[in-house]
């Protein structure tokens, strides 16, 4: 599976947009780009996936360059109950999760 | 729906004990998965089921670790001898297909080897 390169941390203000970078220079075609966060005392909960365009749901907009090593998750506007782990996993379909460290995402008043 | 239902929530137990832990995944789901996450890190992948049989389990520590899905519905992992560095939660994961449509984790078991 192709390994993923996400930042420690970030913040964000209450009410702004959160994007959350990952990159997967050594994506190979056939692989998925998975997003997933956990929220403290709780098991991850699936937020978005993609394969090469660009996907939106209820949570959140997934945004994956053309060359398909890097991609951005976009939290419209966040809010308190945002603050988790964020987790950018890339696998084929079929093949287990494996989890990084992941970016831990803090929502300020 | 009801979701990954894992039981029990919290385990305090001595080194050299062992324990089990219980899942029952969403109706229907047909794989299965089991992770270890270790404070500070992601989890890790310990068993994956496809219906009743192991797909990977190459990360399982085979000589104190243990699990099975019988029937195809709920599954154990079971840890026999414990030791410190077992400490941790135990997650258990369904998904429809393979991965395809998304996980649904369960809250974990937070295991304590004292």
């Known amino acids: 599976d192709a390994k993923t390169t996400q930042p420690p941390s970030m913040d964000c203000a209450e009410g702004r947009a959160a994007n959350l970078p990952c990159n997967h220079s050594?994506?190979?075609?056939?692989?998925?780009v998975y997003w997933y966060r956990q929220i403290h005392s709780q098991g991850p909960q699936y937020i978005i996936h993609?394969?090469?365009n660009n996907e939106t749901n209820e949570m959140a907009s997934l945004i994956i360059t053309e060359d398909r090593k890097s991609s951005t998750l976009i939290l419209p506007h966040a809010t308190l109950r945002d603050t988790a782990v964020y987790y950018c996993?890339?696998?084929?379909?079929?093949?287990?999760?494996?989890f990084g460290k992941g970016t831990s995402l803090l929502v300020t008043p | 729906e009801a979701g990954v239902a894992q039981s029990p929530r919290y385990k305090i137990i001595e080194k050299r004990q062992s324990v089990a832990f219980w899942c029952n995944p969403i109706?229907?789901?047909?794989?299965l998965y089991w992770y270890q996450q270790i404070l500070g890190q992601g989890p890790k992948l310990l068993i994956q089921?496809?219906?009743?049989?192991?797909?990977?389990d190459s990360q399982l520590p085979k000589d104190r670790f243990s699990a099975e899905r019988l029937k195809g519905v709920d599954s154990t992992l079971k840890i026999q001898p414990a030791k410190l560095e077992d400490s941790a939660v135990y997650l258990c994961?369904?998904?429809?297909?393979?991965?395809?449509?998304?996980?649904?984790f369960g809250s974990g078991t937070r295991l304590t080897v004292v």
């Open positions: 994961a369904s998904s429809l297909e393979s991965g395809h449509y998304g996980y649904t």
């Open positions: 050594t994506i190979s075609g056939n692989e998925y």
């Open positions: 993609g394969l090469k």
């Open positions: 996993i890339v696998t084929r379909e079929g093949y287990a999760l494996n």
């Open positions: 109706s229907g789901h047909a794989t």
């Open positions: 089921f496809q219906n009743n049989g192991v797909v990977d």
